[in-house]
């Protein structure tokens, strides 16, 4: 899954039944004991040191892609990319030198100069200025949303600024609208025409992910843009910096605000404060750049209905990682194995079982392994927009990234639930096999926007993920969380963590029965009429 520097607050879980149903390890067949150990089998290869955590781009990715396209060939898969199986995808790759760019704060006379990696970390996404020296305007949240007449760029002469924002945003807004103008498409584009050259984004501690630490240590990974014009989310080069709150007061000073009174009104989602500051920020930044490729793998099951084989459900998942990075506890390779060779293992395991039955399914099935999640979700990106069938002809997404089988499948939360028909059937699968559906329990942590899936909405394809689900405050939600913290982009999310192979059987089971009840359906899923993501079904109409 890829990782937000920041996002939108959380906001309070509301209690929902606590339903355990019956299944456990004990209770499964040797069929799905088997089913198990066969998902696992391709979780090991995946996540094999070997695969050198499958970086966007890298010698160790191709491995992963290669094994891939062995799958697809074994379970009887037609080839549906651009050569072969493969839809190679261009990057322009940015790799930050940190030891080598500098950042100062400028006060009247007064210089400080702020360390890279402690108090602030440069931004690897967007092109890099070589530098760039500007004054900084507060302008609250940050978000521009339209469509709810809320607008924290309007109202400040933001040109030729650098803007500062605090992460999340105002709790009386859906947080569908939140997530939508918070994403690089909306978000880069939105500062940009507002003329600021800079932005500089203050998570807030209370909802941040992962640790500074952790933070610092991913800021030497390269970051990655599409190469195609097209799909450029600034005109030019911007400023990115993101502040460690911890050390950012100072930056406050003299502004008659203080950031730990904006961070209490940031944690209650309350409206927020925008002003100039009195400071001004320069930086100097060194990077290197090079260019890359990486493919897409995509195949299809053809269907066997008359109309229908021309109508794809679409099953996608990434195969990308984070490749060798700074070490934790003398371990350098980040793995992935549940983020995300596991639902790529989940993809290979439903082709495969589909390869093994008789009854032919109406509509075919499209299976889209994808790079570059990673990196911003891009190699969907690219999909979406150059996609191998007729765009129209995608009748649905079912997007599988991290669904961490480690505890038993008893609750399932479904990202998307509510948005459209797909929730009906998730619903109708699950209850079918005692397994409880939970909506979204952080709909704030904007996880339906941060995977793959998002690529697929935005093209007007309705879309869900699935992934265990827990009740809050429970042993399982324990268990989760602390997946989350010690785990999550960190090498130890390698094979020798545990894992609850015959939960993940059940899940793999579950994701086939749906994607037969799709493919078999009379009916293509819709949108619901109150889904804010309909606007994009329309506009692609
Ligand atoms: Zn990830």
């Known amino acids: 899954m890829m990782f937000c520097r920041v996002r939108p607050a959380l906001v309070a879980v509301s209690a929902f039944a606590v339903v355990l149903s019956g299944a456990t390890a004990s209770a499964a067949t040797p069929d799905t004991q088997a089913a198990g150990q066969r998902w696992w089998s391709y979780v090991q290869q995946l996540a094999s040191d070997q695969m050198e955590g499958r970086l966007t781009g890298s010698e160790g990715y191709r491995r992963a892609a290669r ?39 400028i006060e009247g006379n007064h210089e400080q100069a702020l360390s890279l990696g402690e108090d602030a970390l440069l931004g690897s996404r967007l092109p890099q200025p070589k530098s760039v020296e500007a004054p900084l305007v507060f302008i609250g949240y940050g978000l521009h949303i339209p469509d ?8 400040q002469d933001l040109h030729g600024k650098i803007v500062v924002y605090l992460s999340g945003g105002p709790s009386n807004l859906a947080s569908a609208l939140k997530a939508h103008s918070r994403s690089p498409q909306e978000f880069y584009k939105a500062v940009e025409q507002a003329g600021a050259v800079g932005i500089a984004s203050i998570p807030n501690p209370k909802n941040m992910d992962i640790p500074w630490s952790r933070m610092s240590l991913a800021a030497s990974q390269p970051g990655m843009r599409l190469s195609d014009p097209a799909f450029q989310d600034t005109r030019g080069p911007m400023f990115t910096v993101t502040l460690n709150p911890a050390h950012a007061e ?61 109508e794809y459900v679409v099953l996608s998942a990434h195969l990308d990682h984070l490749g060798i990075g700074e070490p934790i506890n003398g371990d350098r390779v980040y793995n992935g194995a549940m983020d995300d060779a596991s639902g790529v293992a989940t993809l290979l395991e439903v082709a495969s079982q589909l390869h093994g039955s008789d009854l032919p399914l109406k509509r075919s099935v499209l299976f889209v392994v994808v790079c570059a999640e990673e990196k911003g979700l891009l190699g969907s990106r690219y999909f979406a927009g150059h996609p191998t069938v007729p765009a129209k002809s995608m009748v649905a997404d079912l997007n599988t990234d991290m669904f961490l089988p480690i505890i038993p499948l008893n609750n399932l939360t479904v990202y998307g639930l509510e948005e459209s028909t797909l929730g009906d059937d998730v619903r109708a699968v699950a209850a079918g096999m005692d397994v409880k559906v939970l909506p979204d329990a952080q709909p704030d942590r904007n996880i339906f926007i941060r995977s793959d899936q998002y690529n697929f909405i935005r093209a007007g394809v309705p879309s869900i993920m ?15 969380k602390s997946w989350l913290t010690n785990r999550y982009h960190a090498p130890s999310d390698d094979t020798n963590q545990p894992v609850d192979l015959v939960a993940a059987a059940r899940f793999n089971r579950l994701l086939l029965t749906l994607t037969e009840r799709i493919a078999n359906a009379d009916a293509r899923p819709e949108w619901e009429t109150t889904s804010f993501f309909k606007r994009f079904a329309a506009a692609n109409n």
């Open 250 to 310: 100072q930056i406050f000073t003299g502004s008659g605000h203080t950031l730990n009174e904006l961070l209490a009104l940031g944690d209650g989602g309350k409206p927020l404060p925008r002003f100039r500051l009195t400071a001004t920020l320069r930086a100097d930044v060194s990077a290197l750049t090079e260019q890359v490729e990486s493919p897409n793998i995509i195949g299809v099951l053809p269907g066997s209905g008359p109309q229908r084989k021309n």
């Open 148 to 155: 709810a007449n809320y607008d924290d760029l309007a109202g």
């Open 67 to 105: 094994y891939v396209t062995e799958q697809f060939k074994a379970s009887g898969l037609e080839p549906r990319g651009v050569d072969g199986y493969l839809q190679p995808v261009n990057f322009d790759v940015q790799r930050i030198q940190a030891a080598k760019s500098s950042l100062t704060l």
């Open 466 to 480: 699935c992934a265990f689900g827990a009740s809050p405050g429970t042993d399982e939600d324990k268990t989760m």
